[in-house]
């Protein structure tokens, strides 16, 4: 029984990894790399925040 579970996990673990696999792949050509480097809610907090020194 432990050793299909574990052939079960690994599975699960070998489809995750190629899933990820091909959403890196499909976001890296779909979008440039400007747009994911950039950090509009950043931009927003920094303008909003006051410091006080």
Same mark, same amino acid.
């Given at each position: 029984m432990w050793m299909g579970l574990s052939y079960v996990c690994w599975g699960i673990? *070998? *489809?995750l990894a190629l899933w990820m696999l091909y959403?890196?792949?499909k976001v890296d050509t779909t979008y440039s790399e400007d747009v994911l480097t950039s950090s509009r809610e950043g931009e927003l907090e920094a303008v909003s925040e006051k410091h006080r020194i």
């Open positions: 673990s *070998v *489809v959403d890196w792949f």
